[in-house]
């Protein structure tokens, strides 16, 4: 008889649109007995999951689940990569962009749990930088800007978020000046939008690459010019349609390597998680550096 494999649950009880008190009882309904032992810890404070997902590689856990959006996935992730321990998700945040490409149901604690109960272990790329580990996406400009505003929300999901993007462009919002270097072209100038993908979107299934993978090695990266306030809406369906390519002010590249000239009081975002950073930014794309739980039928990812 195989031996059973040891499970944790690192479950963030503040992010996202949706509570989880009762996400305990349902991973107590739905886990696989046979497969694991598991075990269930609570994040207190911002961080707190990186420390308890490095405790769970010490003491020999098979598999970390992150319960949360994308900034929860990413805390559990710093602490896996190139360890044995496999990354599983949750996802119960707002966006779950990581999730979604990885065609792991959102908001689903059920379906969530039939993929670490069926699942297989794969390799993926995450992007590695000066500052942290991304898993989705990350960078600066209008989304940015959004991201630190939006923290302080008392509502969160997709209405939430519009409204805080709208709000943003009408009365706060100013274009970043800097000095891009992607591989070997250099940009140097205003940008609304720069963001480096290792997922295929931002969240709430709006893919800017319908294409991007997770296994090549390499960034999918969107350069956004300046553009009217009234075009919004027709950005946003190019998006809902994965159409990013329809879109006149955008620019896209392909990237191992990118350096950003740092400049006073630049705001970043980190799988949505806003930060802000005085010195240069690299990203570089980590072949294959993490084990993710992913569903058994999944082949391109």
Known sequence: MEEKKKIMFIINPISGV???????????????????????????YAGHATLIAQQAVAEGYHVCVAVGGDGSINEVAQSLIGTETALGVIP?????GFATHLKIPPRDAEGALKVLNTGKVVKIDLIKSNIRYVVSN???????????????????????????????LLL???PFEAKVEID????????FLFTAFNSNQYGYDYAVFPFTSMK????????????????LFYIVACLMLKRADLIKEA???????????????MVYQFDGDSVIWHDDV?????????????????NSY
Request: charged share 30%.
């Open 216 to 231: 090549d090695g390499v960034m999918d990266v969107i350069v956004m010019n300046r553009f009217p306030v009234w075009k």
């Open 138 to 168: 990350a960078g600066f400009g209008i989304d940015s800007s959004v991201a630190r505003r939006f923290h302080h929300h008392a509502i969160r999901g997709l209405a939430s978020y519009a409204w805080a993007v709208v709000k943003e």
């Open 18 to 44: 949706y509570k989880k008190k009762n996400i305990p009882e349902k991973i107590a309904r739905y886990i696989d007995y046979v497969k694991y032992d598991y075990t269930i810890r609570f994040t207190q």
């Open 184 to 191: 070997d072209v250099v940009l140097e100038k205003e940008f």
């Open 172 to 174: 706060y919002f100013k």
């Open 92 to 96: 119960y945040g707002s966006g779950n």
């Open 282 to 298: 690299i990203f570089e794309a980590v072949p294959q550096c993490i084990n993710m739980i992913v569903p058994e039928g999944l």
């Open 251 to 265: 620019e896209s590249y392909r990237a191992k390597r990118i350096k950003i000239h740092g400049s006073k009081k």
